[in-house]
T-cell receptor, first 111, second 113 residues
Framework: SQQGEEDPQALSIQEGENATMNCSYK?????LQWYRQNSGRGLVHLIL?????REKHSGRLRVTLDTSKKSSSLLITASRAADTASYFC???????????FGQGTRLTINP | DADVTQTPRNRITKTGKRIMLECSQT?????MYWYRQDPGLGLQLIYY???????NKGEISDGYSVSRQAQAKFSLSLESAIPNQTALYFC????????????FGEGSRLTVL
């Protein structure tokens, strides 16, 4: 079964607005990562947050992690048309021998 | 040039044919992976290799085999392709196992008729 579940499955907003995507997972983790995938292309790593961290920033990206709720959120501020893509969370657990990806959130930024 | 290169990028084949997807990397990473992505779904791990002599099955290895020819090369084979293996296949590398960043190729889109 999938470890990470993204919510919503699809999100459409106007350029300039903020976009928030959520990821929930089921078991304890060492880290949670967010990736972006432009249509039909390879995944690109955005940010990694470790289980002992609560928040990380990278440019217009802000990621939070709540291990008590087993959830994470990705906030993209001041969205741009180029942010249109699918966003995936992936969880890593020591000893689990795999990085488990969620089903992704498809984000559309309307000009 | 891309750090992780997959060939071919697109392939259409017929049921029963043998197909090989190739991956090469210039990142110098020991760890390499093959993932499969179906429309609207996340990625499923097919096989992974932590070094040239180490090959491990992932979640969905049935119907697939791999070969790690060198540190930089990891190929995926479908011995007898079937239509439900139609998918987008990704190769990825990392230098820190399951707790670090993965670097992905651009993908190989396979259609089995």
């Amino acid at each position: 079964s999938q470890q990470g579940e993204e919510d919503p499955q699809a999100l459409s907003i106007q350029e300039g607005e903020n976009a928030t995507m959520n990821c929930s997972y089921k078991t304890s983790i060492n880290n949670l990562q967010w990736y972006r995938q432009n249509s039909g292309r390879g995944l690109v790593h955005l940010i990694l947050i470790r289980s002992n961290e609560r928040e990380k920033h990278s440019g217009r990206l802000r990621v939070t992690l709540d291990t008590s709720k087993k959830s994470s959120s990705l906030l993209i501020t001041a969205s741009r048309a180029a942010d249109t893509a699918s966003y995936f969370c992936a969880t890593g657990r020591q000893g689990a021998q795999k990085l488990v990806f969620g089903q992704g959130t498809r984000l559309t930024i309307n000009p | 040039d891309a750090d992780v290169t997959q060939t071919p990028r697109n392939r259409i084949t017929k049921t029963g044919k043998r197909i090989m997807l190739e991956c090469s990397q210039t990142k110098g990473h020991d760890r390499m992976y093959w993932y499969r992505q179906d429309p609207g779904l996340g990625l499923q791990l097919i096989y992974y290799s932590f070094d040239v002599k180490d090959i491990n099955k992932g979640e969905i290895s049935d119907g697939y085999s791999v070969s790690r020819q060198a540190q930089a090369k990891f190929s995926l084979s479908l011995e007898s392709a079937i239509p439900n293996q139609t998918a987008l296949y990704f190769c990825a590398t990392s230098d820190s196992g399951w707790t670090g960043e993965l670097f992905f190729g651009e993908g190989s889109r396979l259609t089995v008729l």
